[in-house]
């Protein structure tokens, strides 16, 4: 509850953001509210609870919760759970914690579909007495085939000739469970000859004798997603329901359905307008459920929260933020074609937001021990590192020094090669923020760098700029650093299109996406809360994982996927 709360009023749209850009979504609302059709705009997020929200559904809510919010209307949480089987509570709970992580206010109480199943069921006897639906009894089969295809004209159904009351008369028999699965299914009598195939007598009811996660056994009939959506929207008063672009088709039966409803006096005018955006696709992540189900079930991440996964859940883990997400959808905004979303856009609008709120700590990723030579053993120094070097009103805190340091393996070369300028034999460097160190050797015995310091050079001191070093390295005390668990990710598939044409989208998989190191970290980091973010320096952002002591790399530096 904190999250949602917290979240929400730290991003008010409009509060001090600058005004977004116009797109056609903006353009109709403005032209609605503009011209008196609605006095109040009403949008809804319409997940199905059968399975974990992803960056695409990030996209979506932020379009509708942030349209709500920025012309004064509302958005609705709506589970459009119609479908008895692939739905779970499990799911339903992830959705509605992804929903208060991202700061959308849906007003604290999420709406069911299943709430609807008896208005709907109402519409469905109303369409039947007007002559708009029939119970059709062929197979399957025989439906398929008298469906006609893209250049043929359908066929009409033997049964289509039925009377509003025959029709009424089996549909109540449908609904008192009186057959089996498959036996009947109640359609929408519109025209088996139109150029739309989702005009050809849709199917709107069928028999499932399955209990449902939230009306358990009270119904053996259930609508149909394309004649349950529109009802849900309709009976919510909303008035601009914003899908992805593969629905366009279906637009003329939603209008088709609720015009009959309204003539029937089920609902009243103006009735919801559908319009359709691109779906976010974006390169190196797949965002299909059924993908993300199999990389869930065939173990090939740790689970629906692997901070490698597109889910919302594994983007926390990963130290992304919601503010990130909503800079990201901000600049990619909404278009009417499909195309590829580079990944590296996301992974610049994290970089951005986290350079600005996440402190800074010395981290050693792949530790190599450093001994200087003329610094007594026991003797300690607290050097004041600044926890933001833009922000000197973060402070600084005191970071312990002494004889043994840890620095990375890579900032030692025992034969330099050309343009290297850290440690090697005869060469010096600064250590940040504290001293200049010279080294002068490498024992292989103990694996250690041996170096001596100039005790005069200690950074912020008089005259320590006069010691003119070209490297400039991390390090921690071995006295007092501790060992962690910092999880290096990367991205989970290699190429930019997994699984494109025929190819198994396994076989894309980026078998380095994971890399568990045990690093050294300094000790303001054990106080680190589960969630929180830090920049290593010269590393990346990383975010303290629930998992004791580990942190996830949430991105680093620079992209070093560019070419
Ligand atoms: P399914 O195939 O199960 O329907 P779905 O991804 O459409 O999967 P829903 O739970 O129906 O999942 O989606 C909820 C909402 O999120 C819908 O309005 C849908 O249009 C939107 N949505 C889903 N995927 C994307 C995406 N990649 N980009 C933008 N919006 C999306
Ligand atoms: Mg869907």
Not at 287 to 305: A, M, P
Request: proline share 7%; net charge negative; charged share 25%.
């Amino acid at each position: 509850m904190s999250t949602k709360t917290g979240a929400a009023g730290k991003t008010g749209a409009g509060a001090s953001r600058a005004p977004s850009a116009s797109n056609f979504i903006r353009q109709a609302i403005e032209a609605d509210l503009a011209s008196g059709k609605h006095a109040r705009i009403v949008t809804r997020f319409p997940p199905e609870p059968n399975g974990y929200l992803h960056l695409g559904h990030a996209k979506s809510i932020l379009l509708n919760f942030g349209l709500a919010q920025e012309y004064g209307g509302r958005c609705n949480l709506r589970f459009d759970d119609t479908n008895p089987e692939k739905e779970e509570q499990e799911y339903v709970d992830s959705i509605i914690d992804a929903v208060n992580w991202l700061g959308a206010d849906y007003g604290g109480t999420a709406l069911y579909a299943s709430d609807y199943f008896d208005f709907m069921y109402r519409c469905a006897e109303y369409l039947v007495s007007s002559g708009n639906a029939y119970v059709d009894s062929q197979s399957a089969e025989e439906m398929r085939a008298n469906r006609g295809s893209f250049t043929a004209p359908g066929t009409d159904s033997p049964y289509r000739g039925r009377s509003p009351d025959e029709n009424l008369a089996l549909l109540r028999e449908m609904r008192d469970g009186l057959h089996p699965d498959g036996a009947h299914v109640l359609r929408a009598k519109i025209d088996m000859a139109s150029p739309n195939i989702n005009l050809r007598d849709p199917a709107i009811y069928r028999i499932k004798h399955a209990a449902h996660h939230r009306t358990a056994g009270a119904w053996c009939l259930y609508p149909m997603y394309t004649y349950a959506h529109p009802i849900e929207d309709a009976i919510e008063s909303v008035t601009h329901s914003l899908c992805t672009l593969e629905f366009e088709d279906q637009r003329p039966f939603y209008d088709w359905l609720l015009e009959k409803l309204a003539d029937g006096g089920l609902f009243e005018r103006p009735l919801p307008q559908q319009i359709e955006f691109a779906r976010l696709q974006l390169t190196y992540v797949v965002l299909s459920k059924r993908r993300l189900i199999q990389l869930v079930e065939e173990g090939h991440v740790d689970g629906w929260d692997d901070p490698r996964m597109p889910t919302l859940a594994g983007a926390r883990r990963r130290g992304y933020t919601s503010e990130g997400l909503r800079r990201f959808a901000e600049r990619i905004g909404v278009a009417k074609e499909n195309s590829w979303i580079e990944f590296s856009i996301l992974e610049d609008a994290m970089r951005e937001h986290l350079n600005d709120m996440a402190p800074r700590r010395m981290a050693v990723l792949d530790p190599l021990k450093l001994v200087i030579e003329n610094w007594p053993e026991g003797k300690e120094a607290l050097c004041e590192v600044p926890n933001h070097p833009q922000k000197p009103d973060w402070g600084k805190r005191p970071v312990p020094f002494g004889r043994e340091l840890w620095i990375e393996r890579d900032d030692f070369a025992f034969d330099p090669p050309k343009g290297y300028f850290r440690l090697f034999p005869g060469n010096e460097v600064r250590l940040r923020y504290a001293y200049v160190v010279k080294c002068i050797g490498y024992d292989a015995a103990s694996d250690s760098v041996r170096c001596t310091v100039h005790e005069d050079s200690r950074s912020g001191t008089p005259g320590a700029d006069r010691y003119k070093v070209k490297g400039n390295i991390h390090w921690v005390s071995t006295a007092h650093a501790h060992a962690a668990p910092v999880r290096l990710y990367d991205r989970l598939f290699g190429v930019p299109q997994p699984g494109s044409g025929e190819r198994d989208f396994l076989l894309d998989l980026n078998p380095d996406s994971k890399k568990t190191v045990s690093a050294q970290l300094e000790p303001a980091l054990r106080e680190a809360r589960v969630g929180e973010s830090f920049q290593f320096e010269r590393h990346g952002y990383f975010a303290r994982d629930p998992d004791p002591n580990a942190f996830n790399r949430t991105v680093t530096l620079r992209d070093s996927w560019v070419k």
